[in-house]
């Protein structure tokens, strides 16, 4: 059946399409085993096109973007990948308003924001990963969250229509949203402030420095691995706390410059990222009586392999 779908997609799309692509060529961990079918879209229609006819396959789809808060199983996921990095890539600016394509990177929203001295988005330089994936979880950072500045969302919902929501029907919280896990992510709007260009880039400044100054930015990661369990509690100073700081497994590492990034070091295996996963949720849970949420999301795993953690 997977042949066959290879087969419908290239004829009928622009789509470059692979078997048994290694996943850990898509991730910034570095990690992962076979995608049974990958598929990389030249555009959105293509997008659209390859999920119908996976549908129709009766092959399951999961959508990637740049692979970042990613961690894949070594033995890879079932059914058809498909990576929006290349197909959704529009972004335009009028007057206050932003229009982006879900495929584009969250560096590149901030700078062409600022470039027109719009103020909103500067907080989450330095944030890993498409606007899909970062507002599927309402990603933040130094006080902002992506869902603050947000008007619309276009998405394609499991009848294979596009929708345009509102903000308004939305539930966003911290860390999450309300989107139906089936939904794919395809454009949003946001309308910004103008602001001075010396306070935007202040704001930037702020938040690149203290990114570099306390995250492991030249080792492969999925940036943070737990979510912080309160305002008072954050996950990195609980494993720092727990002794956890520099523990590996295989090539896999709990970083010793902030606790809740876990690196790897060359090699490293799913299997090392979930030992070190465990330990840390067991640890904390043992020392703080904390349990800790993960932030990253596991892909290709079995029930069995996530209930044990």
């Not at 087969?7 to 991730?27: C, G, R």
């Not at 119908?52 to 692979?67: A, P, Q």
């Amino acid at each position: 059946m997977i042949h066959s779908l290879s087969d419908k997609i290239l004829n009928t799309t622009n789509a470059t399409v692979s078997i048994n692509e290694p996943m850990k060529k898509h991730t910034t961990y570095g990690i992962g085993g076979p995608a049974e079918l990958f598929v990389l879209p030249s555009n959105k229609e293509d997008l659209i096109e390859v999920v119908k006819l996976s549908k129709e396959h009766k092959e399951v789809v999961t959508i990637i973007g740049s692979g970042s808060n990613l961690l894949i199983s070594d033995e890879g996921i079932k059914g058809v990948v498909v990576s929006i990095k290349h197909c959704l890539r529009e972004i335009n600016i009028d007057t206050d308003e932003i229009y982006v394509e879900c495929g584009i990177m969250l560096g590149k929203i901030v700078k062409e924001s600022m470039k027109h001295d719009l103020k909103g988005l500067e907080n989450l330089i330095g944030v890993p990963g498409t606007l899909g994936g970062a507002l599927m979880m309402n990603a933040g950072a130094w006080g902002g969250e992506i869902s603050e500045n947000l008007q619309t969302v276009e998405l394609l919902d499991e009848k294979n229509e596009i929708q345009l929501i509102s903000k308004s029907d939305i539930d966003f919280a911290y860390r999450s949203s309300s989107f139906n896990k089936n939904t794919i992510l395809l454009s949003a709007t946001f309308k910004l402030k103008k602001s001075p260009k010396e306070i935007i880039q202040d704001n930037f400044e702020l938040a690149k420095s203290g990114r570099k100054s306390t995250q492991p930015l030249n080792y492969r990661s999925a940036g943070s691995v737990f979510k912080n369990p309160s305002s008072k509690h954050s996950a990195g100073m609980l494993i720092d706390q727990s002794g956890l700081k520099g523990l590996k497994r295989g090539d896999a590492q709990i970083s010793n410059k902030h606790a809740n990034f876990f690196v790897n070091n060359g090699n490293a295996k799913a299997d090392d990222m979930m030992k070190l996963i465990k330990e840390a949720k067991h640890t904390v849970k043992e020392k703080f009586d904390i349990e800790l949420e993960l932030e990253v999301k596991l892909l290709g795993f079995s029930a069995e392999e996530i209930n044990a953690l």
